[in-house]
């Protein structure tokens, strides 16, 4: 499977200098975690939709940061 055959999300919230904005979606139920500054930053799937560049994708909203130890 190549990158345009991946399926993608679309992030909403957390840091605002986080760039990155369309992620490979995770599997059905499982939330997005991205390294981020010396911690994770986690985000939940929404029922909402957003018009995107890539296309109609499912969006994922911020709900929490762990750090990591260190």
Known sequence: ????????AVLEGGPAD???RVVA???AG???KLLFRGG???????E????TAEGR?????WWER????G
């Not at 909402?48 to 018009?51: G, H, L, V």
């Not at 994708?57 to 909203?61: F, G, S």
């Not at 762990?66 to 130890?69: G, V």
Request: aromatic share 8%; proline share 8%; charged share 35%.
């Open 1 to 8: 499977m190549n990158d345009s055959d991946t399926a993608k």
């Open 18 to 20: 986080l760039t990155e």
């Open 25 to 27: 979606q995770p599997e």
């Open 30 to 32: 499982a939330d997005v």
């Open 40 to 46: 994770y930053e986690h985000f939940r799937r929404t």
């Open 48 to 51: 909402r939709t957003q018009d």
């Open 57 to 61: 994708l499912p969006v994922y909203e």
């Open 66 to 69: 762990t750090e990591l130890p």
